[in-house]
């Protein structure tokens, strides 16, 4: 099934044009479509099909011959040993995912890694699915609270399918499949051994579905993850598409680039750029769900000479533990290769520590490898015998310990320019490598021992959790109502990671989702009203 | 090949070419008839007719065969490329220096315009000059001056390189792959490298284009000819050139030294002048006038069948290293062609040591991790481990055999340690 295109014409203007079909856009698509409320997609996808996924489980893939197509892509340009980025950032389909998005928006960046998509379904094809809820204390300073959430919480976690362990709340959440062997063991250690000092070890709740539900198919347990869904059990918002199409108050507008907002009358209008040219679009609202750099940038030539807006993001390291039981075991046949535990524990100064956990028996040796400081025969040799004991933990700090700007500008040759510089807080660094020691204590009273020397610190952005410049509540120019609605440009709402008001350690996905869905309910409660 | 890009709406249907046993006239003949031109050769040996283009005999300074016009096609339908070139300089009595060439291409001339040929390609010489330092460039400058006529040009063609290691190109692949130090006149000189299939596609189109007087066929970007070894010694044979400049007196002396010597590179005293008095030339317009796009060198170079070969080599060794056994061929043949898909650098020069007992890289393997050698092994690392041979060797063993072979394999690696760090600094 594929969604339709249709051309807007100017007679019958939406009520509402969404821009973006990443997670937020299209969460925020249904309850307006819902209440019936015209809506208008906006996506710069083009129509070109992204590389399939390939078939079979992980123990065949490292048997089949033409693995390396799968791995490095039919011409070996993904073969570039050097790479010291997230193995789910380097495939030919997450490669293909990436391409063009920094040219097309014209973006330069210092210290900073800017990870967007043009493709339908934005970052979302990459999602590592990890879907967590923020409490209280997650959402401290925002104007929404947890309890406002909850009903979106609810309504997307049951569109989109998660499993992991029964989460609190009732909300929706189904059996997950059966983890790898470190993380079971780390788990069961974890529930013999009482926390402490606020020390929390959990399943990861994953946007994966357990059983068929609208033409996905239920895991498998294939181990395959990284290389691309076979069954589309892992949740990407481009698989929605063709459900939404259904509505017959839908339009979906695809290989549309949108270069500038501009006010029209009561309402607003988007200057796209598309296969047929430039044109113009109108709509008395727009919502933008373009992913947080895309949108604040679009916002910040519409508000003009702003100046530089923070762009939050957490500050991330990773490291590597071992179950010395399960070294040099047999890699198994199949496996789950998402995130299977989740940790957090409050930092000193407030706030918390959060990360997920990784299995490695379904993971390429060769970045492993490239860490070891031994020869490479013996490293590829030492990571086999590892990987079937490895875990691999990602360690995130607040976005408070980022200090990122990004602004707007035009270069020499008059063409708009985004411009984001990455810094973090002086003591982001130090924090980290303490949250590393405090893992690795807890982790080795679990039975599971850390690499010397594995902890390794990404640089900013490498999260690829954008998010606060539009934040709601504050009275700064950028900032927006707790209805999403940008304070300076009403008619304007901004449902993406764009508006959230902090960061909180934990992944951000499934909030910025139930977030567009509760600033979507109101619209259309408004809409519905004023009619 | 393909030349799928010479159109065939040419008006030009056949091609008389002379010298087509050459260097380049070979390679111009493949392509011309893969193009779909119909093609007649004229050559002094009869020539191994390949059942396609239609073989005359015929000299430099005998007139043009009356069979060599196609009686099915009208005269301004047909084109002579002219490339055979006299390299004894046969004088005539009244011209010493210009000789059988200049002799032999008016009378070429003077057929093609009693034939009222549509066009007559002359195949000249970035050192076409009229005070050029060798015999070569001053007589194909002189040969230059009589293409007056419409439809005459002149291509001047930069250094080729490419193809059959024939011509210059042979000379200096065969310098690259024995001379451990290249004594060197002036090796700061630019040269204008142009790949054999480039030149080959500038000519065809030049028979089809309406173009005057002469035109450069050669790269628009030159690079000192030092360089231009060192790639060639570094992307055909994996070796490391070193280049001493001399100056060029004394290599003048050393080649008729070469002379005497019964074995080793005959080097022909006209060409190292020739390359001494080479000049740059401006062809960026002309390169457009003809449509030509000129690769640079050493990535167009790497595509040769010589420098797959090293980088064949190269894989072979890396990967023996990390699989601890000879690599299947379809493994080295794609190692092969991610160092191609990788980056702008070519094969590694490896000593031979390395390639009889590859295991000796661990004596040697860069404890920095940027290090060249140290990159390719995490190529052969990532590639060893995505095929069925890697799999099957690091399923192999059982839990125990792991863990011990892991144990010694990193006693052995403590060992050596400082061995590779010693390495490192020596190489620095």
Redesign the interface.
Known sequence: MRPRFSHHSGSNCPEVIIVGSGPAGVSAAWPLLEAGVTVMMIDAASEVPLPAAPRGDIGSFRRDPSRWKVQFGGNLAGVDPSGDQSPKLTTPLAREMLAGFATTIGLRVRDFLALGSLSRGGLSNIWGAVAAVYDDEDLAGSPVRHADLLPSYAAVMQRIGVSGSAGADGLPVEEGPTLTAPAQRLLSAASRSPSRNGFVLERTINAVVMSERSGREGCARCGMCLWGCQRNSIYASGLELPQLCRFPHFRYFGGALVRSLLPQGKGHALEISCKNGRMLLHAPRILLAAGTIATTSLVLRRLGSIGSTRLLTNPVGAMAFMIPALFATPLPERSFALGQLSYRFPLRDGGRAAGVIYGADALPLVGIAGRLPISRPAALRLTRALAPSLLLATCYLPGRFSANTLRVADDDNQRQIVIIEGVQTEDARDTLIAVGRRLAREMRRLGAFALPGSLTIAQPGADAHYAGTLPMGGNGPTACAPTGELKACPGLYIADGAVLTDLPAKHCTLTIMANADRIARYLAARIVSER | MSVGVVALANVVRHIIVTGASGYIGSRLVEMALAAGWKVTVLGRQPLRSNGVARPIQWALGAPLPADATDPDTSADAQALIHLAHDWTNAPSSEDPEGGLNIEGTRTLLRASRAHGLRRFVFVSSQSARADAANIYGRVKWRIEQELVGPGEVAGRVGLVYGGRPQGMFGLLTRLAARAPVLPMVDPWRGVQPIHLDEVCLGLLRLVEGDQVGWLGIASPYSIPFGNFLKILARELHGRHLLVLPIPHRLALLACDALHIVPFGPKIDRERILGLVGTQPMECADHLTTLGLNVEPFAERLRREPASRKTALAEGRVMLK????RAPGS?LTR?YA??LV???PHGPLPLPRLLHASPALL?VI?P?N??APLA?R????????????Q???M??RAG?LV??L??LA??A??AL?LPL?LLAGLLAR
């Open positions: 290293y990390i699989l601890r379809a794609r062609r991610a898909a990788t980056g661990r393997e404890v991790r940027a990159r092994l995490a190529l052969a690392t990532a590639l060893a481990e995505a095929s069925p890697g799999e099957q690091l399923a839990r792991r863990i072979s892991g394999d990193l052995l690696d050596l590779r």
